[in-house]
T-cell receptor, first 114, second 115 residues
Framework: DQQVKQNSPSLSVQEGRISILNCDYT??????FLWYKKYPAEGPTFLIS?????DKNEDGRFTVFLNKSAKHLSLHIVPSQPGDSAVYFC?????????????FGTGTRLTIIP | KAGVTQTPRYLIKTRGQQVTLSCSPI?????VSWYQQTPGQGLQFLFE???????NKGNFPGRFSGRQFSNSRSEMNVSTLELGDSALYLC??????????????FGPGTRLTVL
């Protein structure tokens, strides 16, 4: 049972435009959500996170939105740059599970077109 | 500060064999978690070790085991390898302070191929 879902395996966006990556979850016990970015032959690197008590968190070009009632979160990248081309993973954790246990989605490959 | 290191980076084994993978966390980090990444399933949590004790476990069979040493280095062992065990195995380390989530830093992974 996939508790964290990324339904778009791939996304292509023009350089300078907004990239929107989506993620849905099913377990209401998750209380912390994260986005990781992964380049080939490297491990995932942490990008941005959001606690379930918030609905938005911004860090530079990256903003994560959380809609708890819909069990949905999204990552916005504005403006998109060629270096943003990577696989993006959505992940969730919960105090009840142990915060170090991350449940990941299957990833979305983002390609920024120059 | 050196990052998380994993050895070996690539490994080829045959069915029925066993394999041991190693992970050295960032200096000062005492928690090490292991994940399996496959194309269809994404990253799946295997287990977490902290202070030489397994603190959390995912839904994997008993063929997958691990341990942690006093210097926080961790090893993961897979016995009686199956074709489906072919995957990228990632380890992540964190400070694991009390009260909330701690950023996890991932290593580059070990690519295991089972023939």
């Amino acid at each position: 049972d996939q508790q964290v879902k990324q339904n778009s395996p791939s996304l292509s966006v023009q350089e300078g435009r907004i990239s929107i990556l989506n993620c849905d979850y099913t377990n209401s016990m998750f209380d912390y959500f994260l986005w990781y970015k992964k380049y080939p032959a490297e491990g995932p690197t942490f990008l941005i996170s959001i606690s379930s008590i918030k609905d938005k968190n911004e860090d530079g070009r990256f903003t994560v939105f959380l809609n708890k009632s819909a069990k949905h979160l999204s990552l916005h990248i504005v403006p998109s740059q060629p270096g943003d081309s990577a696989v993006y993973f959505c992940a969730a954790s919960g105090t009840n599970f142990g915060n170090e246990k991350l449940t990941f989605g299957t990833g979305t490959r983002l390609t920024i077109i120059p | 500060k050196a990052g998380v290191t994993q050895t070996p980076r690539y490994l080829i084994k045959t069915r029925g064999q066993q394999v041991t993978l190693s992970c050295s966390p960032i200096s000062g980090h005492r928690s090490v978690s292991w994940y399996q990444q496959t194309p269809g399933q994404g990253l799946q949590f295997l287990f977490e070790y902290f202070s030489e004790t397994q603190r959390n476990k995912g839904n994997f069979p008993g063929r997958f085991s691990g341990r942690q040493f006093s210097n926080s280095r961790s090893e993961m062992n897979v016995s009686t390898l199956e074709l489906g065990d072919s995957a990228l195995y990632l380890c992540a380390s964190s400070l694991r302070t009390s009260g909330g989530w701690n950023e996890q830093f991932f290593g580059p992974g070990t690519r295991l191929t089972v023939l």
